[in-house]
Every structure is written in C-alpha cells, then in structure tokens.
C-alpha cells in the first residue's frame, strides 16, 4: 500500500477495464482514514434489484461496508463525483481501495474484495477455485476456462503457446464440478479468462497482458 501511494505520489498511475474492475488514483479510492482499504455501496432511490442483490451480497460475505445512498443530480457532492468518475453512470457501485465493480455480478464483487482482502471475504467455492489462480510464491497465473469445441478458446490458446506464455487451461464442459464452476466464476461464455483474481476483459493476449501488468 505505502509502496503503491509513494508510486502515485510520483506521478504514476494508470487507467484500464478489466472484468467489470476499474483501478485508478488511490486518492480518489475507497479507504478510511488510517489509508487501509474500505468497502463502498453506492446506492440510488429506485435501484431496486441490482442495488438489493450487490447489498445482500455483501452481507452474505459479512463485509463491513458503507452504504452511500446518493443523489446523481447533486453535482458538487464529492460522493456523486466519485460515482461518475468509475461507475459510467451506472448502478450499484462497490469500491474497496483502488478497485472498483459496477453491477451486481459476483464475479465482479469477489474480484473487488479478493484484491484488498485475499481471500477473506470469499465464499467456499471461490477460495477452491481461485486457489489454483496462484503460485506457490504468490504471483498470478493466468487461467483459461473454456471448451474443446470453442474456436475463440483454441485461438488463444494458440496465441499463448506462440509466444511461449505460462497458462491454465480448464476445459468446464469436462469438469466434473461443471456447475459449480460456472456458478462460482459465473461463466456465461468460452473463454473465460483470469490472471489471478482479476477477470480479463477480453480474449486475446493483448487483454492479458494489460491485466499482468497491473500486478
């Protein structure tokens, strides 16, 4: 954390999407005021579902979180601005330090906690799978779950051996533990790719490496 502050303090600091989390200046990030990570639910009248399930989601985890119930239309509210900046006028938002996750997607949430927390605030299942996302030494493999028969799978698969990349591949439709695989990683579509707890948004190596590079 001190590390990553000095690092911005220099000058340092970078944009990207990855898998529904956005880093960005720590700053401007959710922490309290000893500087250690906070959980924020930003939260806005008629939300309805999304704004419950990313609420019982949290509490399910038994996450300590702030819930700011904002107004979009207050525009020098600090809290409103905060929400603009990350969440592309979007509901719920849920930040914890530099991460942030727009929606109710659990994949997303476990990401935004996993990064701060480790693997504290993550359900059975999560911590089973994630496990083998690392090392021993701690560092973030790269991770490909997907199918023999998908075309996008075999192709990077093809651009990771080409160019000699250390990766997992986890054919689901095979696995034994198929549903809880897909519930878990909540995987809607072949590949589903991770670099540790990070999803990567997209499926070419491209993608991955803009992902690396954050770690």
Request: charged share 25%; hydrophobic share 40%.
């Amino acid at each position: 954390m001190k590390k990553l502050v000095i690092i911005v303090a220099i000058g340092i600091a970078g944009w990207y999407w990855s898998g529904g989390s956005i880093p960005f200046l720590p700053s401007a990030g959710a922490y309290d005021e000893a500087g250690d990570p906070a959980v924020w639910l930003f939260t806005v009248d008629g939300c309805g579902k999304p704004c419950d399930s990313a609420r019982n989601q949290l509490k399910r985890r038994k996450v300590a979180f702030e819930e700011k119930r904002i107004d979009p239309d207050n525009k020098d509210d600090e809290d409103v601005k905060f929400w603009q900046r990350n969440a592309r006028n979007a509901f719920p938002l849920i930040a914890s330090g530099a991460e942030v996750s727009v929606g109710q997607g659990a994949s997303g949430v476990a990401t935004v906690l996993a990064l701060n927390f480790g693997d504290k605030y993550l359900t059975r299942n999560e911590k089973i799978l994630f496990k083998k996302h690392f090392y021993e030494d701690g560092s973030p493999k790269i991770v490909m779950y997907g199918a023999d028969w998908c075309q996008i799978c075999a192709k990077l698969r093809t651009e990771f051996k080409d160019n000699n990349v250390d990766f997992i591949e986890i054919d689901v439709d095979r696995h034994a533990a198929r549903e809880k695989i897909v519930k878990a990683m909540e995987i809607y579509g072949y590949p589903a790719t991770w670099v540790g707890y990070t999803r990567v948004n997209g499926s070419t190596l491209k993608a991955v490496n803009k992902v690396l590079r954050s770690y």
